[in-house]
């Protein structure tokens, strides 16, 4: 079954571009690039994966190094796992800043630290390159359709001419800022949910106890000030046990550790945040850490 959802693209020029990282993100964002006209090459630590996104959306191809597939490229994509992985693909002989073009422009989707979108930016300039944070918002459903929001810091004439051809995944692509600056909304975004899931766990957990019918609750609150996404799309599974989809409870203490390592730094106090990230530590500790991140009502059984 194809990880990729049907939809419909803008007209936009087509460009040469690169994905690097075929993971539950990039897989599917490299093939909305594809299905919207661009020229793609893309490249996955395990070929295999590459391969069967080539066999997915054919006319296009894969690449054995970060470095031959961003050759020739107007514009490089990567998705890839934390900071260390983002070195790997940009940075040394087979990284794709050694066969960028002059001018081209690398564009990060990582959720990684704001301090290596800036490195990157800074090493991206002295080699005549352009580089743009920009990491996504929407899991990995939005991925899969085309709809994700992704959040950019960087230089406006840059993410100008980035803009068109992210869309063919994106819903809203929007720059915050300077170089970080997109790493730093992300976190904003993490801090959001991270106290959303937990009073949603507690306000499940507590309905239950009760003896509600928290379908129903749930149906119902959801009219009023209570509502939120997380509300209307995990509310009712949560309630049902089911944590078998959507972003990893893995996943989300990778990007808490981001934001509260940038907290000792800017001054920021997160008590809430700090609290809750031990608890996806206790999940994690249950043998939960490939599950959604809703899982956290685990904890309150």
Known sequence: MSQIAAKTYEPTPARHVAFLGLGVM??????????????????????????????????NASAPTPREAAAGADIVFACVGNDADLRSVVLGPDGAFAGMKPGAIFVDHTTASASIARELAAEAEKRGLHFIDAPVSGGQAGAQNGMLTVMCGGHAAAFDKVKPTAMAFSRAFTLLGESGAGQLAKMVNQICIAGLVQGLSEAVA???????????????????????????????????????FGFAVDWMRKDLGLVLDEAKRNGARLPVTALVDQFYADVQKMGGGRWDTSSLIRRLR
Not at 44 to 56: F, G, T
Not at 207 to 228: F, T, Y
């Open 206 to 244: 507590f309905g239950q106890q009760a003896g509600l019918d928290m379908h129903q609750v749930l149906e119902v609150i959801g009219k009023g000030a209570a509502q939120s996404w997380q509300l209307d799309n995990r509310g009712k599974t949560m309630a049902d046990d089911k944590f078998d």
């Open 26 to 59: 990039g897989y599917p964002m490299a093939g909305h690039l594809a299905r919207a006209g661009h020229r793609v090459t893309v490249y996955n630590r395990s070929p295999a994966k590459a391969s069967a996104w080539v066999a997915e959306c054919p006319g």
